[in-house]
């Protein structure tokens, strides 16, 4: 394979002999369940085959999204978007895990109207959007530790986040409750995490027991559990290039891993013995190179679900080659990355505009990513 090309994932040796990936993506799919990866997740201008929907024309859906959801019970509400200015750039609605997490959840629940994804798409005025990383100094939502009856120390939700929560689920309601004192932080739910998809499952499964059982409140102690070992690990910067320690093999270097993922992936298969996983170093280290101290940069390898995928198949199947393969690949790509990002924004900077070449390079990652 030519190292130009994003990887391609092989399913033919994926461990799992009691089901068909494959099948069930394309069961889910005829009724607009499993969303597969939106190609149009960054602006972009020059396309003319947006879709909207009805009472929803603040929407615009990519084609390839359109394609997975068109045959839903809401296939009526499809039509043609307004055609656009040539430079109008144009974001895929379905490009938002929220706007994504909120069909799903309409699906599933045979909702009868768009009423959730109108809610979820449509924020009252005047209401801040998530800060995602970036601490930011207003008031937070805080969830109660039953064991302290105080609020879990370290973890604090914005209220456009705890909003979404409660449109998704409202057995969830109270759960977030608004602190009324203001406190320089970050959003511990921004979408951009790896830990977030673990904390919707969480919250899903709370709110489904809830329902289930006809409880006040959904048990949330799962929950406070994997939020109280979350916050004392250093969130993950994700493909942001620090000078920090990492997990890593000796044997590759280039497959860094930050404290949080290794939490996440290998270290229950460290725990269950797969040789592969326990060649990581169980503890933070440097990683060696020619900066200071005889030590480099580096950007934690384990985020997307993609390289995650790659990894847990490669450890079934103890195939250190095909790990070593696709780590380096990755790798190169995500240097080539922030080679280019480096040239455009130095262009930027001497006056050229260079939005087109930027949003190139960004898509082309996303790919790889």
Aim: charged share 25%; proline share 9%; glycine share 2%.
């Amino acid at each position: 394979m030519s190292q130009s090309q994003p990887m391609q994932r092989n399913n033919s040796n994926r461990v799992s002999p009691n089901r068909n990936p494959a099948a069930a993506q394309r069961s889910s799919n005829a009724t607009g369940l499993c969303l597969a990866p939106c190609p149009r997740a960054t602006p972009m201008s020059g396309h003319h085959d947006w879709y909207t929907l009805k009472g929803l024309t603040h929407l615009d859906i990519c084609p390839s999204c359109m394609r997975q959801i068109a045959h839903s019970r809401f296939r009526e509400y499809f039509f043609p978007s307004q055609p656009k200015p040539a430079s109008h750039r144009t974001r895929c609605a379905f490009s938002n895990p929220w706007a994504r997490l909120a069909w799903t959840q309409m699906i599933k629940k045979h909702h009868d109207s768009l009423e959730m994804l109108y809610q979820m798409t449509r924020p009252p005025p005047g209401a801040r959007p998530c800060p995602g990383r970036t601490a930011t100094d207003q008031t937070w939502h805080r969830i109660i530790d039953p064991g302290t009856g105080s609020y879990l120390p370290r973890f604090h939700i914005c209220g456009s986040c705890a909003r979404n929560v409660r449109i998704l689920m409202p057995a969830h309601r109270d759960t977030f409750i608004p602190s009324t004192e203001p406190q320089a932080r970050a959003c511990d739910l921004v979408t951009s995490s790896p830990r977030f998809i673990r904390f919707i499952d969480l919250l899903d499964a709370a709110a489904t027991r809830a329902e289930a059982s006809h409880l006040p409140r959904p048990d949330t102690r799962e929950l406070l559990a994997y939020a109280r070992r979350k916050v004392t690990l250093r969130d993950c910067r994700r493909d942001r290039p620090v000078l920090s320690t990492w997990h890593y093999i000796a044997a590759l270097p280039e497959l860094s891993v930050c404290e949080d993922c290794y939490d996440e992936t290998i270290w229950p298969l460290v725990r269950a013995r797969y040789p592969i996983a326990r060649l990581f170093c169980p503890s933070l280290r440097l990683l060696p190179g020619d900066g200071p101290d005889h030590c480099r940069e580096a950007s934690c390898q384990m985020y997307s679900p993609r390289m995650r995928a790659w990894f847990r198949d490669a450890v079934a199947r103890d195939d250190f080659a095909t790990l070593r393969s696709v780590a380096l690949r990755r790798f190169e790509a995500e240097r080539r990355f922030h080679h280019r990002r480096e040239e455009l924004l130095e262009a930027e900077a001497r006056g050229y505009r260079v939005s087109d070449e930027m949003r190139k390079a960004v898509e082309e990652w996303e790919r790889w990513e």
